[in-house]
């Protein structure tokens, strides 16, 4: 899979000086290799919308004569904005995530905040679909974390369960206490994962289907973005899917130490 571009050279034990030297040229050629593709799959995507918006332009200046179209041209247009704007800010989001920034100081915080958040940034998208969110699970739960990366990568689980769920189904988030771990689980019973894809959804732009993805409006980049949030917190993000059954994603971040040692909360008894 594809992973941060931190640099790394090679073990300090085993290969002599000549071997370590090889070796690093080899992992800096291979980040330099990833470093292009991301450069090129960038101006991919950026082009697509700032062509379409072109395009549009000129059709409404032919158009003017006709409100009818002008209008339609218009709400395309302010669409393929909005793709624009939510490219940058997870192009944004990304590079801040993996760009060797210190990870700003890990906070005690509540997963119930941290979901009912992400649970009101969906909200509309779900509304707009007739999908129901619920959450449940245990309560009281406390990691250590960063509220605003933990809330969009929460926020970026819902949100492609939205998308990837016909009308009118539930989707189920909750948190639970294992092992240390915080465990946030997104449930829907959306269109699936193909087995082939399910180990290349975490990486950068990839896409499970083209043409499905982009009449969702999708990036490519969400969960990318929820994968870096999980390593930065010392945390992991998995997938478990059925086609046209449903996916569920599970995103582990490590409990305060007081929840550690005590998982079940004091009001843990209703
Ligand atoms: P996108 O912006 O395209 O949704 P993501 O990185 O968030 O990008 O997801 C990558 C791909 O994984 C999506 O294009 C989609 O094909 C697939 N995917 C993600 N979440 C789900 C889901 N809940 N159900 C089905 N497919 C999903």
Redesign the pocket.
């Known amino acids: 899979g594809v992973h941060g571009i931190a640099l790394q050279s090679g073990p300090t034990s085993g290969p002599g000086p000549v071997a370590l030297v090889l070796q690093d040229v080899t992992e800096a050629r291979r980040v330099e290799a990833v470093r292009r593709d991301f450069v090129a799959n960038v101006g991919h995507e950026l082009k697509t919308p700032v062509g379409a918006l072109a395009l549009l332009a000129e059709a409404v200046e032919d158009a003017a004569d006709d409100p009818e179209t002008v209008r339609r041209f218009a709400n395309r247009m302010s669409h393929e904005a909005d793709r624009l704007a939510r490219l940058v800010r997870?192009l944004i989001d990304l590079s801040r995530l993996q760009g060797g920034e210190p990870l700003p100081d890990l906070v005690p915080l509540g997963v119930d905040r941290v979901i009912a958040e992400a649970v009101d940034r969906t909200g509309l998208a779900a509304h707009a679909k007739g999908i129901s969110i619920a959450s449940g699970g245990q309560h009281g739960l406390v990691v250590r974390g960063v509220e605003s990366q933990l809330a969009t990568a929460v926020t970026?689980?819902l949100?492609?369960?939205v998308?990837?769920?016909p009308e009118g189904t539930r989707i189920a988030v909750g948190a639970r206490a294992r092992s240390g771990f915080a465990e946030i689980a997104?449930t829907?019973s959306?269109?699936?994962?193909p087995r082939q894809?399910r180990g290349r959804?975490?990486?950068?732009?990839?896409?499970?289907?083209q043409s499905?993805?982009s009449s969702?409006?999708?990036?490519?980049?969400?969960?990318?973005?929820?994968k870096h949030v999980a390593s930065n917190h010392g945390g992991s993000v998995t997938?478990w899917?059925e086609e046209g059954l449903?996916?569920t994603?599970t995103l582990r971040i490590p409990l305060a130490a007081r929840a550690a040692a005590d998982p079940t909360p004091d009001d843990a008894g209703d």
């Open positions: 997870e970026n689980l949100a492609n369960a998308a990837y769920s997104v829907d959306g269109i699936g994962i894809d959804v975490f990486e950068r732009f990839y896409r499970v289907d499905r993805a969702t409006g999708g990036t490519g980049l969400g969960l990318a973005i929820v997938v899917s449903g996916s994603f």
